[in-house]
């Protein structure tokens, strides 16, 4: 199985106030530690800087080099990979986009699915339940 995870995965992970902090923590060794492909895509990576280090968003924000050292942990490891939209890209993501109707907050969602189709990754590890509205993939909700 080839798997992504989504931002939100990731804040929790570095938010100890977040109840789900926990359940976050043991999500993301497991997935560092192996042995499945894991994909961290560059929207999902630097969304998580910018949320992680904003003060209006984050009750104690991280600096900028702890969270770009927290994606380095991750790109480091020998089964992780990152990847972005390769040329047939809006062909994609007008097919992910037709599919489910896409406006506003669904649009980086969108974006992710059609990474996730072009390089054929299957799952995705998110509390977000809009994930759920795009058929072909598969969301599973470490929090549930």
Request: glycine share 6%; with cysteine.
């Amino acid at each position: 199985m080839t798997a992504t995870l989504d931002t939100n995965v990731l804040l929790y992970a570095s938010d100890e106030s977040s109840r789900f902090h926990d359940r976050a923590i043991d999500v993301l060794q497991g997935l560092a530690a192996g042995p499945s492909l894991v994909y961290l895509f560059w929207p999902v990576a630097l969304g998580y800087v910018r949320i992680a280090t904003h003060p209006a968003i984050f009750q104690k924000p991280l600096t900028a080099d702890e969270a770009m050292a927290n994606v380095h942990d991750l790109l480091s490891r020998p089964h992780v990979r990152t990847c972005g939209e390769a040329d047939d890209f809006w062909d994609v993501y007008r097919q992910v986009a037709g599919a489910t109707p896409v406006r506003g907050n669904l649009v980086p969602d969108a974006h992710v699915v059609a990474l996730m189709r072009q390089h054929g990754v299957s799952t995705i590890w998110s509390h977000d339940r809009d994930f759920v509205k795009f058929p072909g993939i598969s969301v599973r909700d470490p929090f549930a």
